[in-house]
């Protein structure tokens, strides 16, 4: 029983915190507000205030769930008293919050200056338009019904009746794969990968002429995104390189695309975007190569440091004094020349949306070559272990200026498609966090995972316009989003699948193994393959 | 008979402690020399500068005849040196036949414009490169493990694993060091017909440290052993095990005289 109790009060102390801290941001006004369009109709009900409850409702459920299932949900009066305890001690900490809040609205204090989203307005929302000695009655009345509910739910469900629904589930869903001729003929059919890769072509095509110009733009924003994700890839996934300042080399191709066709700067050599952006992309991939060179004997963290260094000094060089009659300092290169083919001026938001997919498709085209290759290979055990990598006669020196400098040229590229895009470059588009955030779009992705980059840059930067209402919270969700993946999913949302290169028809299990290692099955190996 | 590899009173320090003094070693073509000594005596420091991670602070190192005393571990490498090492470090996220294919790096030629271009020389060259690590993969007896992650073999598998890592590079000469250490008496046995068959079958000198003497006496043509980064003796097994001043190095002084007492003793 003090187990159960003491569970309850952890649960319920810890969801208590939560939920005042996420409310002293505004978080639950926001949400509410968004959740009621979806769930309820806004004109003949109080949408928001409904949602308001179903979420709380929801959290006071959680806890009680939480504090039940760990210890004694084998007995009914075991769980019960975890949730109920649970759900008392969260109802008790956010009552006395309501009461506060509500105490300050009544003497018509205004706390704004402290915590921007508490308003008036929105602390009366908080309050379910009650007093505030009734409202924390009605939250401490809340969550003890939910906490003992979920107590009762966790009881019932129980963690082994849980498990065990998932796998027949699971099990279910393989066996109706397996029985489906179609599958199975799909799954043995040689040419089903043409077909899917058919498909994301036509898609790809077809995608930029269906959607409208913001979805266009935010797309391009994405694809940019992911252009990045992929050289990223190499320099990090691959060759195991933690490069902190890679904004550094879409900065560089970015300003050399907007210095060469811009007439503001520079304006006697002023040249047309197609040879601009080619000499962008070598100039990016050169300084990937000059920033290898210093850091070529770093490993890890020290290489992390410098990289980020240099990232840091790009942006202050380019919007320092002495290079403003250059590079426009803090005004950046404006009137950026776009590209046109046959004449035809290509500077629509459509038109860069197809060069986004296009440079995309070359991107990956390269980096799966480079994956199956020798290079390749020699990066990867680069990253496992750079000492046997050397002493397996790999030059460890060129293969990394290699990878610096395959991954800068990505980067470049992206940068020279953004700023021609956006006829703009300044130097916050090329702040740390840029270089953080095309990071973290590898990690959530799946380190080395192409499909990964994708889906970790919409999840990112995608996600985040859709959800425009909730754009206060970004950081927030990011760096909660963040925190879940390492926990439950550190390998990256789409982690990257290795390729079968044995070839054997059926592999043997590591099992089976004991048995070989008999010297006798040895020694008929061995004769066998010196015939 | 020509020496693949020999050393000329090889020294490297570390500060003041000298790990390797004056060392001179000859190991003559297709021969199988050991290197033995207690914990501490310098070996895996000798090899290091063999390989080029150290760099001797005096002295020479011949391999067929020419110094390779400072070039770096990857020129050693394409020269026809391979190692493994004590302590097993394989690329451990990598397949299995990928840890061979990286072995083979040295000997493939294809640059990486001819990767992305996917030349005609590049893919023909993949393929050969494929088809020799399955060769190895069967050689050291691993076939049908080779999707597996190196690091989920079990522990006898990794050490032949290690051993096809360094042959893929098809070197002359063959550094390993503590091939049998953590493994039981099959295994060992196992691993000394293994040393053995390469001699034999591939014609590879082999230069190798031990600390299992069962493995050292029954496989060595020659032995040299350290002490304190000095070579102390030099001889075939039967010489080396009688001694005195081995014997001291490994069990203490007075140890030898000991022995040779209790053994008139018995006799």
């Known amino acids: 029983m003090g187990d159960n109790i003491r569970a309850g009060l952890i649960s319920g102390i810890a969801f208590g915190v939560i939920i005042i801290i996420t409310s002293l941001i505004g978080f639950f006004g926001t949400v509410s507000a968004l959740l009621g369009e979806f769930l309820f109709d806004p004109k003949t009900q109080p949408a928001a205030l409904y949602s308001l409850v179903l979420i709380l409702a929801l959290l006071g459920l959680w806890a009680g769930i939480r504090a039940a299932k760990p210890v004694g949900t084998d007995r009914w009066s075991g769980a019960l008293v975890s949730g109920a305890v649970a759900g008392l001690s969260t109802g008790l900490f956010v009552g006395i919050y309501t009461l506060i809040i509500g105490g300050f609205n009544a003497r018509g204090l205004d706390i704004r200056g402290y915590l921007a989203q508490m308003s008036p307005d929105a602390i009366r929302f908080l309050l379910f338009q009650l007093p505030p000695a009734t409202a924390a009655l009605s939250y401490f009345l809340l969550f003890t019904t939910t906490g003992l509910a979920g107590g009762f739910l966790a009881k019932t469900l129980g963690r082994g009746r849980l498990k065990k629904a998932n796998q027949q589930l699971k099990s279910k869903i393989t066996e109706l794969w397996e029985s489906t001729s179609v599958a199975v003929w799909l799954s043995k059919f040689p040419y089903t990968q043409y077909i899917v890769y058919g498909a994301i072509i036509i898609l790809a095509l077809l995608l930029p002429i269906s959607l409208g110009q913001y979805w266009n733009f935010t797309l391009g924003t994405v694809g940019v995104y992911v252009l990045m994700g992929l050289g990223i890839n190499i320099v990090v996934g691959m060759a195991g390189l933690l490069d902190l300042g890679y904004v550094a080399f879409f900065a560089v191709g970015a300003y050399t695309v907007g210095l060469l066709t811009s007439p503001q700067q520079l304006s006697q050599f002023q040249i047309d975007f197609w040879p601009a952006a080619f000499l962008a992309i070598v100039i990016a991939a050169i300084t990937g190569i000059i920033l290898g060179f210093p850091v070529l004997r770093l490993r890890g963290d020290y290489l992390a440091i410098v990289t980020l260094g240099f990232g840091e000094i790009i942006r202050i060089l380019v919007r320092s004094d002495l290079l403003s009659d250059f590079t426009g300092g803090p005004q950046g290169v404006r009137q950026i020349d776009g590209p046109s083919l046959f004449g035809i001026s290509l500077t629509n938001d459509r038109a860069y949306l197809y060069m986004i997919i296009l440079a995309i498709m070359l991107a990956i085209f390269v980096t799966i070559r480079f994956k199956d290759s020798r290079v390749g290979r020699a990066w990867v055990a680069m990253r496992e272990d750079e000492t046997v990598s050397q002493a397996m006669g790999i030059n460890t020196y060129t293969t990394k200026l290699l990878a610096f400098a395959v991954g800068a040229a990505f980067a470049g590229l992206g940068g020279v498609l953004f700023a021609s895009r956006n006829q703009y470059i300044g130097p916050e588009d090329a702040n740390l966090l840029v270089s953080i955030n095309v990071l973290a779009v590898v990690i959530v992705g799946g380190m080395g995972s192409i499909p990964g980059v994708f889906l970790g840059a919409f999840v990112l930067k995608g996600l985040p316009e859709i959800m425009r209402q909730l754009q206060d919270y970004r950081i927030l969700a990011f760096g909660a989003l963040l925190v879940v993946m390492m926990i439950v999913r550190p390998e990256g949302l789409w982690p990257s699948q290795r390729r079968r290169l044995e070839m054997h028809e059926e592999e043997l299990p590591l099992e089976e193994l004991e048995e070989t290692e008999a010297i006798g099955a040895l020694e008929a190996a061995l004769e066998e393959s010196t015939k | ?267």
């Open chain 2, 1 to 267: 008979m020509k020496n693949t590899l020999e050393t000329r009173a090889l020294t490297k320090r570390f500060g003041g402690l000298v790990a390797v003094n004056k060392v001179d070693l000859v190991v003559p073509e297709n021969s199988i020399v050991s290197v033995i000594g207690p914990n501490g005596a310098g070996k895996t420091t000798f090899f290091n500068c063999i390989t080029g991670f150290y760099l001797p602070e005096e002295g020479d190192v011949l391999f067929e005849g020419s110094s390779i005393v400072g070039l770096t571990p990857d020129r050693i490498s394409a020269l026809g040196i391979s190692r493994t090492y004590q302590n097993i470090r394989l690329f451990s996220n990598m397949a299995t036949i990928e840890n061979i294919l990286v072995g083979q790096h040295p000997r493939l030629k294809s640059t990486w414009p001819e990767a992305v271009l996917h030349t005609r020389r590049q893919r023909e060259e993949e393929k050969a490169a494929l088809d020799e690590a399955r060769r190895l993969l069967k050689f050291v007896g691993l076939s049908g493990l080779g999707d597996h992650l190196a690091r989920n073999l079990p522990y006898g598998a990794q050490r032949r694993l290690e051993v096809a890592r360094a042959l893929a590079s098809q070197p002359k000469l063959l550094l390993l060091d503590e091939p049998t250490a953590g493994m039981n008496i099959q295994e060992t046995a196992e691993m000394i017909r293994f040393i053995q068959m390469l001699r034999e079958k591939l014609g590879i000198t082999i230069l190798l440290i031990e600390h299992d003497m069962r493995v050292v006496m029954s496989i060595s043509d020659q032995v040299s052993v350290l002490d304190y980064g000095e070579k102390i003796a030099e001889g075939t097994p039967t010489e080396i095990q009688n001694n005195p001043r081995v014997i001291e190095a490994y069990l203490g002084r007075g140890a030898a005289t000991g022995l040779q007492q209790a053994e008139v003793k018995t006799t």
